[in-house]
């Protein structure tokens, strides 16, 4: 992809050197209850033992010597004490460039009443309006505080799933997105209220449908970065189908070794998957993405 000389979106928050921020607060906390931990046995033993998690916390890098605040929407390096954040730099330039086009792009298909969601890069954990988030369920998008959570981890998850490249972690980019957009149309509420009255296989049904217009969504992007913006190349096209069959639930249920069960679907097969990405980038009309009522 092209996407060095594009405008990179503001709307990161890069939290991903927030550990020192906790453990000052652990030191904050252990010093305003110093006069009465003194006075007990039990007090010192706390002492003992914040003291060693301190220390690990340290020399472990999950505490570092500054730490380094920034304004929401800023990507550029933090202070993290393992050189997690500098490695990931590019990386973290890459997903503000990407994000930034979803906005340029959906802007224009909403007449310019899009509510632009903000990109939280995190390591490992981090706390949502959904809950706590973790690393390990993947990139995901919280509607309840409107904003995209992604440990950027996952783009070597998606290379061990057989899909690299940066259209492939750019059509994941645009699908998170693209719940933002069902978010913003009332989509996702009208999907949660019939979940609450249906079955489980029927409500996992309707999940299926929910991600398929996520990935129909992106498809739509992807028309317009590729026909308005110019910046898809040799087989970025082919990367971001990769990207899409390879999480289908088909897939990933026989790749962890376990029985292939439709009922269980929550996201769709690599099949169905591929196809409506496909039908949004072909016609580049959200219209065209009513999963809950057309076929590919």
Not at 145 to 164: C, H, I, Q, R
Not at 184 to 193: C, D, F, N, R, Y
Not at 195 to 213: C, R, Y
Request: glycine share 10%; charged share 15%; hydrophobic share 35%.
């Amino acid at each position: 992809m092209r996407w060095r000389n594009t405008k990179q979106s503001t709307n990161i928050d890069d939290r991903r050197g927030q550990g020192p921020a906790r453990s000052g607060m652990a030191v904050a906390g252990l010093l305003r209850f110093l006069p009465f931990l003194l006075r007990t046995k039990v007090g010192k033993l706390i002492l003992v033992v914040g003291g060693i998690y301190l220390a690990y916390q340290y020399f472990t890098g999950g505490m570092s010597t500054m730490d380094v605040q920034q304004a929401p929407g800023q990507v550029q390096q933090q202070g993290t004490g393992n050189g997690q954040t500098a490695a990931n730099d590019e990386n973290a330039q890459f997903v503000a460039a990407i994000l930034g086009t979803t906005e340029t792009v959906w802007n224009k298909l909403l007449n310019g009443q899009y509510p632009e969601p903000q990109l939280v890069l995190y390591h490992n954990i981090t706390q949502t309006g959904c809950g706590m988030g973790q690393a390990q369920s993947g990139p995901f998008y919280c509607p309840a505080d409107s904003k995209v959570y992604l440990d950027l981890s996952f783009m070597e998850e998606l290379k061990k799933l057989g899909a690299p490249g940066d259209f492939a972690f750019a059509y994941v980019i645009a699908h998170e997105v693209g719940h933002h957009v069902q978010n913003v149309l009332g989509t996702s509420k009208q999907v949660a209220q019939l979940q609450q009255q249906a079955s489980e296989t029927a409500a996992n049904q309707l999940s299926v449908m929910l991600e398929l217009q996520a990935d129909c969504y992106a498809g739509v992007w992807g028309y317009y970065v590729h026909n308005d913006m110019q910046l898809l190349e040799t087989g970025d096209l082919e990367e971001g189908i990769q990207a899409a069959s390879s999480v289908g639930d088909d897939r990933l249920m026989e790749m962890s070794g376990r029985a292939v069960q439709p009922d269980a679907f929550t996201h769709g097969t690599s099949e169905q998957r591929v196809a409506w990405f496909r039908k949004g980038f072909a016609s580049g009309n959200p219209k065209d993405c009513d999963t809950f009522q057309t076929q590919p």
